[in-house]
Every structure is written in structure tokens, then in C-alpha cells.
């Protein structure tokens, strides 16, 4: 895989697209081979993304997508650039666990480790 910035500006979202058609609105997978390439490759191209104003817009664009897992996903990278933008994202999926199942979970625990400090921006997220 490169790390040319304009390649990753397309292939980012496509890979959160992915990772939503394979989670659902509920957060549950049945491949998780499949779904943990995709996560390693949104990782990559996410500190590929973050060095950049435009790749950190391109993220910060997300947070309003209609997918629950590319809203989380997002939220959770821009948390470290932008925590006012994305913690309202990542509280909305938080506090709706009947909705969201465990996107929810993911979400709340997601918040509580970045408000103590450790949550990895390079690491998968809680629960995932």
C-alpha cells in the first residue's frame, strides 16, 4: 500500500464505507479476517490523513455521514484535533445503545479513554 495523500484521500472513506457495509447500524461483523484489514487500513490511512489540513477535513467530514461506523470511526480520529466537533458525534451513538447495540459500547468507551488520557490514536478502538 503507498502513502500518497491524495490516493488516501480516496481510499479512506471508502475503507470506513466498507467497514459500515460489514458492521451494520449495530456494529456486529461475521468475517473478522475481513474486518480487521479494513481497521488496520483506516489506521494507516488515517496518520497518513491526520498530517494534513485536507486530510483532517476529509475526516472531519465524515462526522456527519448517515453510517453510525463511519460517524464513530471518524469521531474518534478527530477527537484528537478537534474533541468539541466529535465528542457530541461519539455521545450521540454512546446514548443510544437500543439503536446502536455495540457501536454504543464503542463509543462510551471510546470517550472514556480519551478523557483519561489513553485512549491510541494508532491503536483500534475500544471494543473493536
Not at 48 to 71: C, F, K, M, S, Y
Request: glycine share 6%; proline share 6%; with cysteine.
Amino acid at each position: 500500500m503507498t502513502d500518497n495523500p491524495s490516493e488516501v484521500l480516496d481510499r479512506g472513506p471508502q475503507t470506513l464505507a466498507e467497514m459500515a457495509e460489514l458492521s451494520g447500524e449495530r456494529g456486529h461483523h461475521d468475517n473478522p479476517r475481513r474486518w480487521d484489514r479494513l481497521v488496520d487500513q483506516w489506521l494507516a490511512d488515517c496518520r497518513v490523513l491526520a498530517e494534513t489540513d485536507e486530510g483532517r477535513g476529509a475526516i472531519a467530514a465524515l462526522l456527519v455521514d448517515p453510517r453510525p461506523t463511519v460517524r464513530l470511526w471518524s469521531a474518534a480520529a478527530v477527537l484528537f484535533w478537534d474533541a468539541d466537533a466529535a465528542r457530541p458525534v461519539l455521545a450521540e451513538i454512546r446514548d443510544q445503545p437500543l439503536t446502536y447495540d455495540l457501536h454504543s459500547i464503542t463509543a462510551k468507551h471510546t470517550l472514556i479513554e480519551f478523557d483519561a488520557g489513553t485512549l491510541d490514536r494508532d491503536a483500534r478502538l475500544p471494543g473493536s
